[in-house]
């Protein structure tokens, strides 16, 4: 039931009738500024819809955001999360969001509040955009289970922001990749540095495989565990929690990778931890350390391009890809969440291949 009163001529006032709270009290929704009573009318219609749907009614709403974001962070999020994941989403929510938003109510915060806090975070507090983005994201899935458990109508997420410039990814081609491979063949760099270019894994994932992950029968390696460096606790963590859920996965090796693992195993048959990748003191490998030796290496080469470990990851999907491998391929062999991962990871790529294209149809079609 509503009441409409026109306070002025093009402000229309309604008083929507609630029903009863919890203590028996009857609970109104007045609001005004409408410029026609149609245009109120249409606001009852849709407020009550929503009501009758399960939608929470912003009178009754009395959540307060720092409450609501523990009860999803603590029951739902922070299961999903590898340990370092989860302590960049407390020092988002800790430092960040509930210092200036933390006493709102959820029915309270709109775009404008949310674009205000974005300028706010860009102009006052100097952080980078790739970091606000990552703040503004932590409250986007937060908003996401309020309207999923009907707690609002809308999320208030979807504002103006700066736009990102693309990072430019490193890789070596393939005379590159050989000549490195030559220099560092008796080393303890070769191994690691020899499977991450066959099999495109991530440095943590690396560390993480053991031998029980090798299936030789077959050529694939299955890809379950990383190292972690908990920043926390300050300690090397073998995790079964990987970066996304497509993260697990297996990926095919070629024959080369198979006859060094084979020559690798037959010389390792007294490990007692299985792993693949270990440090100079038999141990797990830190994946930190492994990075630090590889440009520690690289370095000694001006005449090469001085890359990164992770670098190499990306020369592994470049190669594949310049040579023809199909895209969803390459997607799973990297462990990426969905395709257009990979399609907005390697675009460069995909622009000098249309220029490839454009010397094939030269030379197809010559007049």
């Not at 029903?19 to 929704?29: A, Q």
């Not at 503004?136 to 289970?145: D, G, H, M, Q, S």
Request: with cysteine; charged share 25%; glycine share 4%.
């Amino acid at each position: 039931m509503a009441s409409f009163t026109q306070l002025s001529k093009g402000n229309w006032q309604v008083v929507i009738s609630l029903g009863y709270d919890d203590t028996g009290k009857r609970t109104r929704l007045k609001k005004q500024g409408f410029k026609t009573k149609k245009e109120a009318e249409v606001f009852v219609t849709e407020t009550l819809n929503r009501k009758n749907k399960g939608y929470v009614t912003p009178t009754t709403n009395n959540i307060l955001l720092k409450d609501f974001i523990w009860e999803w962070f603590n029951n739902y999020k922070s299961n999903t999360l590898g340990i370092n994941t989860k302590n960049n989403y407390l020092s988002r929510i800790n430092y960040h969001i509930i210092p200036k938003l933390g006493n709102l109510k959820l029915s309270e915060i709109t775009n404008i509040t949310i674009q205000n806090f974005y300028n706010s975070l860009i102009n006052e507090n100097k952080l980078a955009p790739a970091s606000v983005k990552k703040i503004i994201e932590t409250l986007n899935n937060c908003f996401k289970y309020a309207k999923k458990n009907k707690l609002i109508y809308n999320i208030p997420t979807d504002i103006e922001k700066i736009k990102l410039e693309k990072p430019k990814i490193d890789y070596w081609n393939k005379n590159d990749v050989d000549f490195f491979l030559n220099e560092i063949q008796d080393t303890y760099l070769y191994t690691p540095v020899l499977i991450s270019l066959l099999t495109g894994l991530r440095i943590g994932e690396l560390c993480g495989l053991r031998w029980s992950d090798v299936d030789f029968n077959n050529a694939f390696i299955t890809v379950n565990n990383q190292v972690i460096q908990d920043k926390i606790n300050k300690k090397l963590l073998l995790s079964d929690v990987l970066k996304t859920s497509t993260s697990h996965r297996n990926i095919s090796i070629p024959n080369v990778l198979i006859k060094h693992l084979k020559e690798l195993r037959e010389a390792d048959i007294d490990s007692i931890n299985g792993f693949i990748i270990k440090d100079r003191n038999n141990c797990m490998a830190n994946p930190r350390n492994v990075s630090m030796e590889f440009t520690k290496k690289v370095s000694k080469y001006k005449n090469l391009k001085q890359i990164s470990f992770h670098s190499l990851r990306h020369t592994h999907a470049t190669l594949l890809i310049f040579n023809g491998e199909n895209i969803k391929v390459v997607s799973d062999r990297l462990g990426h969440k969905d395709i257009s991962v990979t399609l907005n990871t390697y675009t460069h790529v995909m622009e000098d291949m249309q220029k490839n294209t454009a010397n094939l149809l030269d030379s197809l079609f010559k007049f």
